[in-house]
């Protein structure tokens, strides 16, 4: 069996970002950096059911990519559909079952993460509340974390942080909805929007959790700024290559929003654990496409 084929059907590079969700969301939580008993098995269950949830997604797609992407490895025929539907079950299934192991709250919480990605890439992809789907699915997978901790934080402390994750999700798939083809600049506009605020709403969590990690904002600052210069880039200039190259950005982007959150609950020192993986997704993203 060929392993670069079955590597470009899980996107290594977003896998790395959909490792830091879970993270991120234990240390926002106030887990302890030195968990890793905890933080190990969240990022396993978060890695697989993201690469399940990809590889799904492509045999939903596999007759549209014969058209914009013959060179995915489904419509290239580099892979059968019917195993690469095997292996979408065989990663849903070991995802889940470490979840279970983890804590019985953890294997909720990703069931549920479940059911949305399922949905997601059979029915409401093609719909109108497909930003918010995929957008549901990130804030899930940040929660696996939020959730992990005994005894359970607050409630808000779960929601406004997977609220802000939501929002930010949903506007990148937003803004990649037409990146096979020419995007519409009023589309591109409001995706930056929902973007921007996402970003710049962390500020308004420091009170909430008390912090005392003023030095965030300058860093949450630099972040809307980047975002907002790749963003205007593609809404200048919306050609497929342009947009897709923004996506591809800001899909990494994700890491520094998660790092951020961690920043303005738990400090700089903690915040470096998930910012320090943009060097792996850096590196895979030489070598495979992130979308």
């Given amino acids: 069996m060929r392993i670069r084929p079955y590597l470009e059907l899980i996107r290594p590079p977003n896998l790395v970002t959909a490792a830091a ?19 190990v098995p969240l990022m396993v269950v ?6 399940a949830g990809v590889v799904l997604n492509d045999v939903c797609d596999a007759q549209r990519d014969r058209e914009s992407r013959p060179e995915r490895p489904i419509p290239s ?7 690469a539907m095997r292996f979408a079950c065989l990663l849903f299934a070991v995802g889940l079952t470490a979840a279970w192991i983890t804590a019985p709250i953890v294997g909720g919480v990703a069931t549920s993460l ?9 029915v409401l992809k093609k719909t109108i509340l497909a930003p918010g789907a995929m957008g549901l699915c990130r804030a899930l997978n940040l929660s696996l974390g939020l959730c992990a901790m ?3 934080p607050s409630t808000w402390v779960v929601v406004l942080p997977a609220a802000l994750v939501w929002l930010y999700i949903s506007s990148v798939t937003l803004f990649a909805r037409a ?20 970003i710049v709403g962390q500020a308004f969590l420091h009170p909430l959790f008390g912090s005392r990690h003023i030095d965030q904002l300058v860093f949450l600052a630099l972040l809307a700024a980047v975002s907002v210069r790749r963003g205007y880039r593609a809404i200048k200039d919306p050609r497929p290559a342009v947009v897709q190259a923004a996506v591809g950005a800001l899909v990494i982007g994700l890491l520094f929003f998660d790092a951020s959150l961690v920043w303005m609950a738990n400090g700089p020192v903690a915040a470096a654990l998930p910012a320090a993986l943009i060097v792996p997704a850096m590196l895979l993203a030489r070598f495979f496409r992130v979308s």
């Fill in 114 to 122: 479940i059911v949305a990605i399922v949905s997601y890439d059979t």
């Fill in 77 to 83: 025929g580099r892979i059968d559909a019917r195993h």
């Fill in 150 to 152: 005994d005894p359970l």
């Fill in 46 to 51: 978060s890695v697989c059911l993201y690469a």
């Fill in 21 to 39: 969700d879970p993270l991120a969301g234990f240390l926002v939580a106030g887990g302890a950096m030195h968990r890793y008993d905890t933080i």
């Fill in 179 to 198: 990146e096979s083809g020419v995007s519409k600049s009023p589309v591109l506009i409001a995706a930056l929007v929902g973007l921007t605020t996402a």
